[in-house]
């Protein structure tokens, strides 16, 4: 069966997204935004205390703990199952341990492929990029998701490239758009830099955006196994 992604379905779904589940999802998005400003604050910092070190850990686990939880939200709305904040938090550490593992082995895969050229490196993304939604869904081990994202993906590398461009593309021009309009609307008043009123904007923004372009992964994930 042929593949087909949209654009636009993607968008649309993604905005259906987060309409119907507004408290989950803005909810869920501040959190990952307050996580990631945390590890952005604590990498300034010299990693010459304890305290440091411990809250870089903590804040990376829970960050994880939620962004895999985050995932199971829109899978489950993908298949019309009923979401709720409480789902967020049903994940248990096998599945986080996991997710550690699994990207460990995607990086050292897509890495090993750059080593050469950049285009290897491109390519063995795409195939493998699925494998730990896979481990996500069907609990299975890490040689079985790697094979069936492989499985997945197989002839469709540069299908699946297009579209990831073209929403990369239009998604982050309008945030760049956005977040010079808004930084000026929204901060104009405040004594602060350029930078940190661009920071401030770009996390505000991206409770929004963050949804929407996440759920691109759903989408040609689910999309791939209807047309396998």
């Known amino acids: 069966m042929d593949l087909r992604l949209s654009i636009r379905e993607t968008l649309n779904l993604g905005f ?3 309409t119907q589940h507004w408290q989950v999802v803005f909810g869920t998005s501040a959190m990952i ?10 990498g300034r910092q010299p990693f010459t205390t304890i305290q440091n070190s411990m809250v870089s850990i903590i804040s990376l686990a829970i960050l994880t703990y939620v962004w895999v939880g985050w995932y199971k939200l829109m899978l489950a709305y993908y298949d019309h199952q009923p979401i709720t904040f ?14 550690y ?20 490196g491109i390519y063995l993304f795409f195939r493998v990029r699925y494998a730990w939604i ?14 069936y994202s492989w499985h997945l ?26 977040i010079i309009g808004l930084s000026f609307v929204l901060f104009s008043e405040w004594s602060i830099s350029l930078t940190v009123r ?6 505000l923004i991206s409770l929004f955006f963050r949804p929407v372009s996440g759920f691109a992964l759903i989408y040609t994930y689910r999309r791939l196994q209807e047309a396998s």
């Open 101 to 120: 593992l699994i990207m460990g082995l995607i990086i050292l895969i897509v890495a090993g492929g750059s080593i050469f050229l950049i285009i290897p």
């Open 33 to 42: 935004s307050v996580l990631y400003g945390i590890l952005i604050v604590i």
């Open 198 to 203: 661009n920071v401030l904007t770009t996390e």
């Open 86 to 99: 409480d789902s967020l938090l049903q994940t248990d550490m096998r599945t986080v341990i996991y997710f």
């Open 153 to 178: 993906t197989k002839g469709r590398v540069w299908q699946l490239c297009c579209y990831a461009v073209g929403l990369a593309f239009l998604v982050e021009g309008v945030k760049y758009l956005l």
């Open 16 to 18: 259906d997204f987060c």
């Open 134 to 147: 896979v481990g996500l869904e069907r609990k299975s081990g890490l040689r079985e998701a790697i094979s």
